[in-house]
Structure formats: C-alpha cells, structure tokens
C-alpha cells in the first residue's frame, strides 16, 4: 500500500514552458514535504521543501504548492530548461525520522 | 569532506559473497539512512542511525543484510552471500539534528552476477 504517489513516470515538455510533477499522499499526519532530483549515476539532490502551515513556496524556478484538504503536492518548474531533464522523487516526513518517497518522475525537457 | 561520500562507486560480486559498503556522511550531521534504488523503482528505506545506534531497523530485506555505524560518523552496510535480487543502487544520506532535510551520497552500485 504505497502511501506516497507518482502517478506519472514520466514527462515531455518544450523549453521554455512549465513543468507540472505532481505527487498524491494518503496520511493526512504527514507535514513536511520535499522535493529531490535525481541525475543519472549520481544521489538524488534536494530542490525546495514546503511545511504543512504553508501553500506556497517559491525558489527561483522552482514553486512548490501545497493542497492539504486533497493531500496533493506538486512541482511548478518554469520556464523548464533542458539541464531541468532528470528523475524527480518527492519526500514526505511527519516530523519523525521517517521520511518516504514517491516512485519518480522523469521528466524530459525538449530544446 | 563537503558532502556524503560513498564507496565503492560500483561493485560486481559473485552470489553467496559477501560485500561492504561504506557511507561517509556530512561532517556533524548525527542522523544517517541507508536506501535502495532498484531498476524502475523508488527509494526503499533500508535502516536509519542516531548516533551509532538504530532504532529502526525495519527496511532490511533479511538477515543477510546488516549496517553498524562507529563513532557516530562512518556507516557499512554488509551483504553476506548475496543474491542476484541484491543487485541495485544502494544510497546513503545523513541529516542534521533539527533539520529536515536529507542530504545523499552518489550511490553504490551493486551487480551481482
């Protein structure tokens, strides 16, 4: 029973446009959540996290949005550029040790 | 060093030996996690460390799997006879007290022919 959802395995975008990752979660406890992307042959890196008392938080390119009531999480990169093209996980914690990720994305951004 | 270090890079074993892989983390963080990545998947959590102990320790597949941590610093992970099922991406990342955020290792990449 996975308790963190990436429905979409992958993703095609033009350069220049936005990237949309989306990420579904079933425990409402959860209430820190990240995102991490992940190059060939190398660890996952973390891109920008959002706490539960928020909706909202931007990082140059990179928007993360916060639904609590439809536990949804998504990743807003725009304008998308091709060095953007990798496996993209998201994290969720409950404030525990615990973290649990999501299967991947992989997105592939076209010049 | 700035990062979590991991070694070897790649490992190719025979099945039923033994292997060891290393996880050096970022310098102070006291929390350390061992994952694995296999072909087309997620990130399973293996065993997380506080300090040189692990409270959980649930993620291990069998008994063949172990991890010890000394000095509240370098962790090993240890395979013993592995199987062609062992073969994957095994990653690292540690965590500061306090903070949220893991940072990883490249990843030890195991095949077990």
């Known amino acids: 029973d996975q308790q963190v959802k990436q429905n979409s395995p992958s993703l095609s975008v033009q350069e220049g446009r936005i990237s949309i990752l989306n990420c579904d979660y079933t425990n409402s406890m959860f209430d820190y959540f990240l995102w991490y992307k992940k190059y060939p042959a190398e660890g996952p890196t973390f891109l920008i996290s959002i706490s539960s008392i928020k909706d909202k938080n931007e990082d140059g390119r990179f928007t993360v949005f916060l639904n609590k009531s439809a536990k949804h999480l998504s990743l807003h990169i725009v304008p998308s550029q091709p060095g953007d093209s990798a496996v993209y996980f998201c994290a969720v914690t409950s404030g525990t040790y615990k973290y649990i990720f999501g299967t991947g994305t992989r997105l592939k951004v076209l010049a | 060093g700035a990062g979590v270090s991991q070694s070897p890079s790649n490992k190719v074993t025979e099945k039923g030996k033994d292997v060891e892989l290393r996880c050096d983390p970022i310098s102070g963080h006291t929390a350390l996690y061992w994952y694995r990545q296999s072909l087309g998947q997620g990130l399973e959590f293996l065993i997380y460390?506080?300090?040189?102990?692990?409270?959980?320790k649930s993620g291990l597949p069998s008994d063949r799997f172990s991890a010890e941590r000394t000095g509240g610093s370098v962790s090993t992970l240890t395979i013993q006879r592995t199987q062609q099922e062992d073969s994957a991406v095994y990653l690292c990342?540690?965590?500061?007290?306090?903070?949220?955020?893991?940072?990883f290792g490249p990843g030890t990449r195991l095949l077990v022919l």
């Open positions: 990342a540690s965590r500061r007290t306090g903070g949220e955020t893991q940072y």
């Open positions: 460390f506080q300090g040189n102990s692990a409270p959980d």
